[in-house]
Each structure stands twice: as structure tokens, then as C-alpha cells.
């Protein structure tokens, strides 16, 4: 390469490393996305199973890791949202908390390009929604009830 000519970079970035969460840590999942080539780490790897989630987050968030849930309640818990905004978590939830883990893994399957893209093109903290069907990517709402952050 010649001095003046600028390299893309992008393509050169790591490839991110998604943490399951304990409402999709399971084997189907866990194994079908490493199958594809992804770097996964389980909950129960690193956490004890009834573990807070402010705790996990904060520590997942730390390493850079893309958290993956099937818990859609999550994203409209307070605390936890403070917690994905002070450690500028980044935060993939399935759509429909009520599935089976064969549903889950084909849904992050057939989304992973838009995941992938979303993941070097957002600046976090940030909560998406992966739809079931198309793998399309839609935002949350990281305020949900419209308050300052401080009184969560």
C-alpha cells in the first residue's frame, strides 16, 4: 500500500463476543451460534444462576461483550436499564420471551449480518430489539418512563 492511500479498517476490527444471558443460556444456542463461527461465553460460565442482573451486566459490559436475552421484560426494568446506561452496555433481546430454544437460535441466525453491522455502527449503551421472522434490528427506548436517568 502506498503512504497516502488510507486502509479500511473495518473490516479489520474483531469480531465481537456475544454472553448469553441466563434466560437463553443453553445448549442449542450456545452451540448453533459457535457453529457460525461466533465467540460465545455462557452466563453460567462466568455467574452463579440467580445472579443480579446489575452485577452481570456491569461485568459483561466491562470485557466488551454483546449480551444476548431472551428476557423481555429487561428492557423495561429501571435498574437494569441504569444499568446498561452506565456501563454502556450493549444489548441484543429477542422479541417474543415465550420460545423454544431451536426458535432463538434460528431468529440470531438469520439476523447475524444486521446484528453484526449494528454492533461496529452503534455507539452504546443500547438496548435492540431482534425481530422473529426477518432478524431486523429495532432500538429501545433506553427511557422508558421518561425520567432522568438519576431516578431510576
Known sequence: ??????????????????????????????????????SVIPHHALFKHNEDDNVWIEEVSKKGYIIITNDKKIRSRALEIKSVIIHKARMLCLTNGNMSSSTQLEILKSGMGLIKKH?????????VRVRRGDGKIQKVSLNPLKLPVDQY
Open 1 to 38: 500500500m502506498k503512504p497516502y492511500e488510507s486502509e479500511d479498517t473495518t473490516s479489520r476490527l474483531p469480531e465481537p463476543t456475544f454472553f448469553l444471558d441466563r434466560t437463553i443460556d443453553n445448549p442449542t444456542v450456545l452451540n448453533g451460534l459457535r457453529d457460525i463461527g461466533c
Open 119 to 127: 454492533i461496529k455502527e452503534a455507539v452504546p449503551p443500547y438496548i
